[in-house]
Antibody, heavy 121, light 113 residues
């Protein structure tokens, strides 16, 4: 079964750091583009970051650029999001998602269940 | 960035009736090279991650009931639920894959009237 499981969410003070993990099973993450998407409490979905299949291309939303770093460990089949200089507005559930791009379509599937990051003093 | 605007923000429909949600992009998301619209629709229920319903604007994901359909091209898109069921109460989002950042619409909350 293709599955993504996030972990690492926590309560952190403003200015602090956190590392989120997204463990994949049923597929190899280095064969796909992988993304992070976040959702603040009661709000909509916001794309955060992407790493392409060979790791040569990385993109970030303007709101997190310079503070967040996406990476992956192919041996562990795990995606990461390192988050520094955290702000209250970074409070959200963070989802990882696999980006399927082929002749059948372009889509985020599956999504993980999400991990909650709360930035507060 | 491409801005995705959904309408309405909320919608109440009677069971068995049709529900229609619109999504408009600030620029065309139709790739001329393959004539595909890079748009997806998701359903999200409370406490759950988004679930893919439709991709390429009109292709239903495997396992999604056929009462869900997508249409449109260029900048204007529609998600239609032909006969609303209680299980369809959720928030629906559109998302463009034309260019990064892959922006989402603000969501449409669908309720039972």
């Amino acid at each position: 079964e293709v599955q993504l499981v996030e972990s690492g969410g926590d309560l952190v003070q403003p200015g602090g750091s956190l590392r989120l993990s997204c463990a994949a099973s049923g597929f190899t993450i280095s064969n796909y583009w992988m993304h992070w998407v976040r959702q603040a409490p009661g709000k909509g979905l916001v794309w955060v970051s992407r790493i392409n299949s060979d790791g040569s291309s990385i993109s970030y939303a303007a709101s997190v650029k310079g503070r967040f770093t996406i990476s992956r460990d192919s041996a562990k089949n795990t995606l990461y999001l390192n988050m520094n200089s955290l702000r209250a507005e970074d409070t959200a559930v963070y989802y990882c998602a696999r980006h399927v791009i082929d002749d059948s379509g372009s889509k985020f599937d599956p999504w993980g269940q999400g991990t909650l990051v709360t930035v507060s003093s | 960035d491409i801005v995705m605007t959904q309408s309405p923000d909320s919608l109440a429909v009677s069971l068995g009736e049709r529900a229609t949600i619109n999504c408009k992009s600030s620029q065309s998301i139709l790739y001329s090279s393959n004539n595909k619209n890079y748009l997806a629709w998701y359903q999200q229920k409370p406490g759950q991650p988004p679930k893919l319903l439709i991709y390429w604007a009109s292709t239903r994901e495997s396992g999604v009931p056929d009462r869900f359909s997508g249409s449109g091209s260029g900048t204007d898109f529609t998600l239609t639920i032909s006969s609303l069921q209680a299980a369809d109460v959720a928030i629906y989002y559109c998302q463009q894959f034309y260019s990064i950042p892959y922006t989402f619409g603000q969501g449409t909350k669908l309720e039972i009237k």
